[in-house]
């Protein structure tokens, strides 16, 4: 049974069965966090689809001891807010953000909280697609840190250094997504 490690060893020397391997284990995680990002599934895949064949290039470069999935993750999620900025899909933020001290980590636990008895469980759809609205309204790059810090679970530091950003750079996009996201799920709870 091959491993991630012999994967990439098998990648370096040309061997496609490695990116096989590489494909089964994060093509689904990898779809799911670029299409939170793109909103298309369709956009998605191929976003994916050519982070594969990046990697498949550029693997030689890669540093086998360091793990595959965030390097391969960032990938992602950088094409996905590239291929977002490029299009015309991004919405603008509009006014200015105030960002207090403390962040609210259970923003999506807060509507899903709602959620009371099994009968509600058509509520809890109506609220997950108030968040993927919610979602919309963020900038590519803040939708961004959002699946890397609650999809992919990446804490802030991990997020700073993968993208080489600075992290009060990465706390302050959080903040102003998180902000952003109470404002706009608040305006729909008072239609």
């Not at 050519?50 to 793990?67: C, H, Y």
């Not at 803040?142 to 699946?147: L, P, Y």
């Amino acid at each position: 049974m091959l491993d991630e490690h012999q994967a990439i060893q098998k990648l370096k020397r040309g061997d496609i069965a490695g990116l096989e391997f590489l494909v089964a284990r994060y093509q689904v995680k990898a779809v799911r966090a670029a299409y939170l990002i793109t909103r298309d599934l369709g956009l998605a895949e191929d976003i994916v689809q050519d982070s594969f064949l990046r990697a498949f290039r550029s693997i030689r470069g890669f540093d086998a001891t360091r793990p595959f999935e965030p390097w391969f993750m960032r990938s992602v999620v950088n094409a996905s807010v590239k291929m977002m900025q490029r299009s015309a899909r991004q919405v603008p933020l509009s006014g200015t953000l105030e960002i207090g001290e403390d962040a609210d980590e259970s923003l999506f636990a807060e509507p899903a909280a709602t959620v009371e008895s099994v009968e509600a469980q058509v509520e809890s759809i109506e609220v997950q697609h108030q968040i993927w609205d919610a979602m919309q309204k963020l900038s590519p790059r803040q939708r961004a840190v959002i699946v890397q810090r609650y999809f992919l679970e990446m804490s802030e530091a991990e997020m700073a250094k993968e993208s080489g950003t600075a992290a009060g750079t990465i706390k302050w996009l959080l903040n102003a997504a998180r902000e952003r996201l109470r404002s706009v799920l608040a305006d729909r709870s008072e239609k």
